[in-house]
């Protein structure tokens, strides 16, 4: 299975920027499907963004689309979420997994700790 550690979170004011990243701690994750979950109190984890395995093609949730930019590098086995025009209703958890796309289902049920986003108005 794969294990990620998720880092770059942290509070910032309502139009702000924050990159988000996910390294690999254990299995390499560089041949999977990789994507960016959120939770939000009261509310469902939900697909946040998706990158295929080699990088070219990437799905964003609405929410996210023309805000968020999804990369991978593949050499240093890690994903990044390039997050800008940050607004209140994107503070959450954020989750790095694996993923099933063009759907966006988590590809496995084990999740790291995530990164805490906080955005301000």
């Known amino acids: 299975q794969v294990q990620v550690v998720e880092s770059g979170g942290g509070l910032v004011q309502a139009g702000g920027s924050l990159r988000l990243s996910c390294a690999s701690s254990?299995?390499?994750?560089?041949?999977?499907?990789m994507g960016w979950f959120r939770q939000t109190p009261g509310k469902a984890r939900e697909f946040v963004a998706g990158i295929n395995w080699s990088g070219s093609k990437q799905y964003y949730a609405d929410s996210a689309k023309g805000r968020f930019t999804i990369s991978r590098d593949t050499a240093e086995d890690t994903i990044y979420l390039q997050m800008d025009s940050l607004k209140p209703e994107d503070t959450g958890i954020y989750y790095c997994?694996?993923?099933?796309?063009?759907?966006?289902?988590?590809?496995?049920?084990?999740w790291g700790q995530g990164t805490q986003v906080t955005v301000s108005s």
């Open positions: 997994n694996q993923v099933s796309l063009p759907l966006g289902d988590p590809g496995q049920d084990d």
């Open positions: 254990g299995r390499r994750f560089r041949a999977y499907d």
